[in-house]
């Protein structure tokens, strides 16, 4: 009977820890487009692709997933879902939808930017194919872009979001449990520090 809470039953824990022991962070496969060409770095685990991303696609990537009932499996390896009752995650959410408004060339830069785990990348012409995925940093990022659409269906900024996408293989399941753990343990920032520095 709590609004906005999102309640997990032990299977489903159980699964998404199976997901994390097996280096399977997701359970759908998705396009993501790109404008430029990604930078590709490989690595021992597998390969990280750098991107730029309108934020138009993120949109599109979260109403498919919430049109066929897979909103999360989107976020599977993500540590939280959607924060959007406190006066912080509310506050984060303004200046965002702001930023979206009134200065959409700025969102690149101002924003941490969207991290997606999967098992395999495939390129096909201007997009990736990502296989098994999800979204294991930038739940907040992804649904309050969604939720600016769904706000304001006419508009289409100008606006791109930094998408970093991990491609893990099969002998890499250790790691995708410390990538999203370490992307999402920042701390928050008090203002004397930011002034002081």
């Not at 759908?28 to 487009?33: D, H, K």
């Not at 101002?110 to 999967?118: A, D, E, P, S």
């Not at 296989?131 to 269906?153: H, L, P, V, W, Y």
């Amino acid at each position: 009977g709590m609004e906005h809470y999102d309640f997990f039953t032990h299977d489903v824990l159980i699964e998404r820890g199976q997901e994390f022991l097996d280096g399977q962070t997701g359970m759908g496969s998705f396009y993501i487009n790109f404008k430029e060409n990604p930078l590709k770095i490989n690595y021992d685990f597998g390969s990280v692709y750098l991107l730029n991303v309108e934020v138009k696609d993120i949109h599109r990537i979260v109403q498919n997933h919430k049109k066929n009932k897979k909103l999360k499996s989107l976020f599977a390896s993500n540590v939280r879902s959607y924060l959007n009752v406190k006066k912080r995650s509310k506050d984060i959410a303004r200046s965002m939808i702001h930023t979206l408004k009134n200065e959409p060339d700025r969102f690149l830069i101002y924003n941490n930017g969207i991290t997606i785990q999967c098992s395999k990348v495939v390129q096909e012409s201007q997009m990736l194919l990502l296989k098994r995925a999800s979204i294991s940093n930038g739940c907040q990022t992804a649904m309050n872009i969604n939720k600016f659409f769904e706000d304001n269906e006419n508009d289409n900024p100008n606006a791109e979001v930094m998408v970093t996408v991990i491609e893990l293989n099969k002998n890499s399941s250790t790691i995708a449990s410390k990538i999203a753990q370490s992307r999402n343990n920042q701390n928050p920032i008090d203002m004397r520090d930011l002034m002081s520095n």
